[in-house]
């Protein structure tokens, strides 16, 4: 037996349903019983996880085909209170959140190397509650649709956001110390509401916030208080649109669609990468590109965690009788025949897909080649073109890798600095025969500079310092110790495959690298690699690098660059809005009372930032104000202002930080 097993997932309905029925004497406990139980000893009996908490309390965790907790008849315990004892409650929140099953006759076709029972999670570690998808069949490698009608929301869909907006704003109002177990399962019990009226995207957005709650209140390593804020500003806009009968179709979502035929589909492989979720998952994404430059993937993501990330990187791919590894598949190919495909990319393995390996494909030819021939700064202003204030709209924009050519200028504090080099067809031969010396570089995006000595790739002059930082940082994983690698030699040369960061000016996340062709001072990676090192697996060594003289130092003016982020006074705005989730409406409140609001918003006016600074006042004001009642006694004046007065400031904070961030990666007048 295993006395170390990890609790499996809960979904959302059950665990509410457990807090539900616990008398309010037992919901006081709830919080401290949910911690003492957790750290229990965990043991494994065949599918059945027994934990006993007392002498006479035995809980017995029972999770379906799909490994997760379905219905509350799968947890039992043995106490005379069961089942509405606080073994059974504590246990089941301790649990992690399960995501939503497809609707019942509507299961997807199985992914790959994924059983069949398994509701296959995102491929993106960052969008594990994010996966959504309508039961519609559509077009190969195209985007979750919205729901088609654009009338307004019916009754039962009004009164569920309703219901989802009232929770959400109590949480708001006691913030992360007070958002316990209990005002959790209210958001839960009120996404479930939600999932029943039809409205996904409200679901998953609450789905969200829990975990991010849980997070919070657990201080793990990898939580971010700015994603929570994102998921609990995301949550309230949308359901007080909702609640409002706002007919706009994208505020419904979509709910989980399977996959489709395609037919044929030729696809070549770019890069592998690990993935980790807060959920439990683990596993490796190879993602694909076919000739006419569309993306797809394919991905073997099951519970296990690290461990599990570790192993998928050389795991078996079955898509028909080809049967290859993922890190075969990151530099091979596939002709598939019978293809089948999600709206989001991913290709099926079902019974009738037939697939041949072929050759892969340079990362200079095809629509790979096209890809690194885009100006970076074009690129990256494409994938945040998405409004800010979705964060769904937003994810599946900048989830698109963006290629280009950089030379490393060095490491700075969690990040690598890197400028971009101008597009092969910009750059001057090597022999600098075919410009008339001292004439400039004129590229797309402004002049360029070439280091002295030099008659290779030239320097974007105009374009921004960029930044690189790792796409995880996990121990387990190589991203950080790869980066750090080619830190270590400035002047580098080397071929990027990215994500951009939506958040930072100017920021990539690295997932693969390779070298930059006819070049000396780039990567010299081994034959097998095939010019090209998936971040996240494979781990570069000294010996890959060219020497330390073969590589130019960077110019003076590598390291001129403002940060418009950083330059402008919006933290003062940002701390505000952080603190209200973090310490809850007290807090603001007693922040008021200082004068700090005050005193920031004077500063926020000075720079020119005059709303947010009406915004911080209003704020700041809700959070303090009290009523009274005839008697004149103080009332509570609900939390509903202060979440609509917090939910202006924040959705214009993260509307004027994404049009900074946009204008960080333009080229200067």
């Known amino acids: 037996m295993n006395t170390s097993a990890t609790l499996p997932p809960a979904a959302p ?36 996880l027994v934990i006993t908490c007392g002498e006479d309390a035995v809980v017995t965790l029972s999770p379906g085909s799909s490994g997760a907790i379905e219905e509350e008849g799968q947890t039992r315990c043995s106490c005379l209170l069961a089942p509405r004892c606080l073994h059974r409650a504590a246990l089941l929140t301790a649990c992690p959140l399960a995501d939503p099953a497809p609707p ?29 998808r309508t039961p ?12 088609q009608s654009g009338a307004v929301p019916g009754a039962a869909q009004v009164a569920a956001a309703g219901g989802l907006w009232r929770a959400a704003a109590a949480v708001l109002s006691a913030g992360v110390p007070g958002a316990g177990a209990v005002p959790q399962a209210e958001l839960l019990r009120a996404a479930h509401t939600a999932r029943l009226a039809g409205l996904p995207k409200a679901e998953a957005a609450t789905l969200r916030v829990v975990r991010g709650l849980r997070a919070a209140r657990a201080r793990y390593d990898g939580h971010r208080l700015a994603d ?50 807060s959920t439990g998952y683990g596993g490796v994404v190879t993602h694909l590109v076919t000739e006419d430059g569309r993306w797809f993937s394919v991905a073997d993501v099951k519970p296990g965690g690290p461990a599990r990330a570790r192993g998928a990187a050389t795991a078996t791919v079955a898509i028909g009788a080809a049967m290859m590894s993922h890190a075969h598949l990151a530099r091979g190919g596939l002709l598939i025949a019978g293809a089948t495909v999600s709206p989001d990319g991913r290709l099926g393995a079902g019974k009738g897909v037939r697939a041949t390996p072929v ?27 998405a ?76 374009g921004p310092l960029i930044r690189l930082v790792p796409a995880n940082r996990h121990p387990d994983l190589a991203h950080v110790e790869n980066l750090r690698r080619l830190a270590s030699r400035p002047g580098l040369r080397v071929r990027v495959v ?63 660059d403002v940060d418009p ?61 009290r009523e009274r009642d005839v008697f004149g006694r103080l009332t509570d004046s609900g939390p509903d202002g202060y979440a609509r007065a917090w939910l202006a400031a924040a959705t214009h904070l993260a509307a004027t930080e994404r049009a900074l961030v946009r204008t960080s990666w333009q080229a200067a007048p």
């Open 359 to 385: 050759a892969g494909l340079a990362w200079t030819d095809g629509p790979l080649g096209t890809l690194f021939a885009r100006p970076l700064s074009e690129a990256a202003g494409e994938r945040l073109s």
């Open 565 to 625: 982020l950083e330059a402008a006074p919006l933290w003062r705005v940002r701390r505000l809005v952080e603190l209200a989730v973090s310490g809850g409406r007290r807090a603001v409140a007693e922040s008021a009372r200082g004068g700090d609001a005050r005193r920031q918003a004077g500063s926020l006016r000075g720079a020119g930032f005059r709303t947010a600074a009406d915004l911080t006042v209003a704020l700041a004001d809700e959070a303090d104000r």
């Open 13 to 48: 309905h059950v665990v509410a349903a457990a807090v539900d029925g616990l008398t309010s004497r037992l919901r006081k406990k709830l919080d401290a019983a949910v911690d003492q139980y957790a750290a229990l000893d965990r043991v494994a009996d065949g599918t059945d």
């Open 136 to 147: 519609e069949p559509a077009p190969a490698g195209a985007v979750p649709e919205v729901a």
């Open 104 to 132: 019942s006759g509507d299961l997807p076709e199985t992914e790959v190397t994924t059983p069949v029972r398994t509701p296959p999670p995102p491929a993106d570690p960052q969008a594990a509650a994010t996966d959504e």
């Open 228 to 277: 929570l804020v994102s998921a609990l500003r995301e949550l309230l806009l949308t359901v007080g649109r909702l609640a409002a009968s706002d007919p706009d179709p994208a505020l419904v979502g979509t709910v989980r669609r399977g996959y489709s035929p395609n037919g044929g589909l030729k696809v070549y492989g770019v890069f592998r990468e690990p993935v980790i979720s």
């Open 498 to 560: 990215a994500r951009v960061e939506p958040d930072r000016a100017a920021t990539l996340v690295p997932l693969a690298v390779g070298p930059v062709a006819g070049e000396e001072a780039t990567l010299r990676l081994p034959p097998e690699w095939r010019d090209r090192a998936d971040l996240g697996y494979d781990r570069l060594q000294g010996s890959h690098l060219p020497p330390a003289d073969a590589c130019p130092p960077p110019g003076a003016h590598a390291y001129d």
């Open 387 to 462: 409004g800010a204030w979705s964060e769904e709209e937003s994810a599946e924009q900048v989830r698109e890798p963006v290629g280009c050519d950089l030379v490393i200028v060095g490491a700075a504090g969690d990040h690598v600095l890197a400028r971009e080099l101008l597009p092969t067809g910009d750059r001057a031969p090597q022999n600098g025969g075919a410009q008339d010396e001292g004439a400039p570089d004129e590229g797309q995006g402004g002049p360029a500079v070439r280091e002295e000595g030099q008659g290779g790739p030239a320097v974007r002059e105009e």
